[in-house]
């Protein structure tokens, strides 16, 4: 017997427009709520605390669905720095869900019962990074923490820049990845993709078969890389990828240029989103003469790799890289989303209850999921 959670993801229920009736009681009537706390690096704990207070310019939002990501999973591990600065701190930051307060005589643009998805930050729009554009640098941005609960509160610079609502027809799990589908806009834009180019996309997580979806979107020519057979598939059905490479089978580079690319000169733009020296360096190696390489997959701190400086600058080579997202991008994300122009249901390969946030992490850190939708309302 196969349970739910087995069903293939194209299966999955949609989840449309649940009523929130029972959750606005639940929000007047409790003062405490079921929320995940990270203590320290491998202490995580689901447990009763307060509902947050809200200040002035601040929503409460009952969450709906949250999503597993690779940086939760890391900061599990290890913690962060900026990411979880106050101890004991909420934790998860992909949700989509139902207003469940808004702050006194603010009632306008929010009101309790709309469903929303927020963006994990929003920029200040008054320093000098905001005032260049580039609002994904901002010296101010209010990051958000505390998916994984119950209720969430979202800030006021939030709420007010990088919060939206979410058509009747979208489900929650759907509109959650507003935010990782708005770091791969970003991480293409950064690319300067045209349709026709000859992209290829190293590393498929979920960042990556969103990368691979999204580019083809663009209109370009895409060769999904990675070792891992059933991502290689995903990268096919999902993504739509024109064209595959099996590192483990194919591991040299010019091997790679020579089967995958016209004339064997290389790709337009490749993107590295696996995330160590070894694989930023042969994203390198891929790269056409004037090509362009998006190093977007983070390696660890402190680690460093080789450059042929003769290559890059007689090959006009150019590197670039990119972190997080923008007000603009999360829009775009979430347009995409509810045009249904991306359905993201095949990346969702579990639905759990809430409280196991910490089995959800660990599975997506054995390799065993890609992406696990954790719910409150059970995983019916
Ligand atoms: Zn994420
Ligand atoms: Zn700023």
Redesign the pocket.
């Known amino acids: 017997m196969k349970s739910p959670a087995d069903k293939a993801p194209s299966l999955l229920p949609l989840e449309v427009a649940q009523s929130s009736k029972a959750t606005m009681n639940a929000s007047t009537t409790a003062s405490t709520m079921q929320a995940a706390l990270f203590y320290e690096p491998n202490v995580v704990r689901y447990e009763e605390t307060p509902i947050p207070v809200l200040e002035p310019g601040e929503l409460l939002v009952r969450v709906e669905t949250a999503l597993t990501c690779g940086t939760d999973v890391k900061c599990y591990r290890r913690g962060h720095p900026v990411l979880l600065k106050h101890l004991p701190s909420p934790f998860g930051h992909e949700f989509a869900g139902t207003v469940a307060e808004v702050f006194p005589g603010e009632e306008g643009r929010f009101a309790v019962g709309d469903r929303v998805v927020s963006a994990n930050s929003a ?5 000098y ?2 005032g260049k554009g580039q ?1 994904n640098l ?3 941005l209010d990051l958000l923490n505390g998916a994984y609960a119950e209720f969430i509160r979202v800030p006021a610079q939030i709420a007010r820049y990088n919060t939206y609502h979410i058509p009747d027809h979208l489900p929650f799990e759907v509109a959650a990845f507003s935010e990782p589908l708005a770091v791969c806009l970003h991480g293409l834009a950064q690319a300067h993709i045209s349709p026709g180019d000859r992209v290829a996309v190293m590393g498929l997580g979920p960042i990556g078969q969103l990368m691979v979806r999204a580019a083809k979107l663009k209109g370009a020519h895409v060769t999904a890389i990675a070792r891992n057979p059933h991502k290689l598939a995903l990268a096919q059905n999902f993504g739509l990828a024109d064209a595959l490479v099996n590192l483990h089978d194919t591991p040299e580079t010019e091997t790679i240029r020579q089967n995958t690319t016209p004339d064997g000169r290389g790709f337009d733009v490749v993107i590295e989103a696996i995330g160590t020296p070894q694989t930023w360096e042969k994203a390198i190696a891929l790269v056409r003469k004037g090509g362009t390489v998006n190093l977007f997959g983070g390696c660890p701190s402190g680690s460093s790799i080789q450059l042929d400086t003769r290559r890059l600058h007689y090959d006009e080579i150019k590197l670039v890289s990119s972190f997080h997202h923008t007000p603009t991008h999360f829009k775009a994300a979430l347009e995409l989303l509810s045009s249904l122009q991306i359905d993201p249901r095949p990346l969702i390969t579990d639905i759990l209850p809430m409280a196991r946030f910490e089995a959800a992490l660990q599975k997506v850190e054995a390799g065993d999921a890609m992406k696990i939708a954790l719910k409150n309302h059970g995983t019916d």
């Not at 920029?123 to 320093?127: A, E, K, L, R, V």
């Open positions: 920029p200040c729009y008054n320093c990074y905001c609002t901002c010296d101010h």
